[in-house]
């Protein structure tokens, strides 16, 4: 069994690491912390050391930054789980 999360299971977190969210926009790990630092990107703090960008914020900021209705704004929750069971 590999220690490595799969990328299906990535898709599902509600918070990445800023090197996936990185990754994910296609930019460099240091202009994804200083978007962080200039408050451009949603992130959150846990603890002293770690931050984490919310999947839902990153989209959500992806989003506001392409013009795009704010009713297309995603929803944070997997299709597969559903909520009344």
Do not use: D, K, Q
Not at 22 to 39: P, S, V
Not at 43 to 50: F, Q, S
């Amino acid at each position: 069994m590999s220690t490595r999360r799969s990328s299906e299971h990535n898709t599902e977190r509600l918070l990445l690491t800023v090197e996936e969210a990185a990754r994910l926009l296609n930019i460099g790990r240091n202009t994804c912390y200083e978007l962080i630092r200039r408050g451009e990107l949603p992130a959150v703090r846990l603890g002293e050391r770690i931050i984490r960008v919310p999947r839902f914020g990153l989209e959500a900021w992806l989003a506001r930054e392409a013009g795009l209705p704010e009713e297309l704004s995603p929803v944070v929750f997997s299709p597969r789980r559903s909520l009344t069971h």
